[in-house]
């Protein structure tokens, strides 16, 4: 699978239920969740892959999208618009000292207690492979 790096990977969870209020009653509702690495926090400057800094475990994407109606919070997380990480990465590829991040990885969305759960879904280079 292709390296994560901060140039434009996209990651998807769905559900992402979210307490919505109608008429005053919090009424949870599925919405999709989507992180873009482009607002990914980065932790390491060494590894460079195809013009972006490479990510790894730690690298933590400060908010994600798709759940702003629900302003109540997740249903595990009670947060909305949280932020987004990698759960499972690379089992022998490193990157500053910790897994590499790659395509299809599992990711946690909306939260450090991960409201929803997605994958990596599209790759931010065509260039450097991942095979672990």
């Not at 990977?9 to 999709?32: H, I, K, M, Q, W």
């Not at 490479?54 to 595990?76: F, H, K, P, Y």
């Amino acid at each position: 699978m292709f390296a994560n790096t901060n140039l434009g990977v996209l990651s998807l969870a769905f559900p992402d239920v979210c307490n919505v209020p109608v008429s005053g009653v919090p009424v949870p509702t599925p919405f999709p969740n989507i992180s873009i690495s482009l607002m990914d926090i980065p932790v390491q400057f060494e590894v460079i892959i195809g013009g972006g800094l490479g990510e790894n475990l730690i690298t933590i994407s400060s908010m994600t999208q798709g759940d702003e109606a629900g302003v109540e919070g997740g249903l595990e997380s009670v947060m909305f618009m949280g932020p987004a990480r990698t759960l499972l990465g690379s089992f022998t590829v490193y990157v500053g000292g910790v897994p590499c991040t790659h395509l299809f990885d599992l990711t946690g969305q909306n939260g450090m207690l991960p409201n929803a759960e997605g994958t990596s879904l599209t790759p931010a280079q065509i260039t450097v492979l991942v095979f672990s």
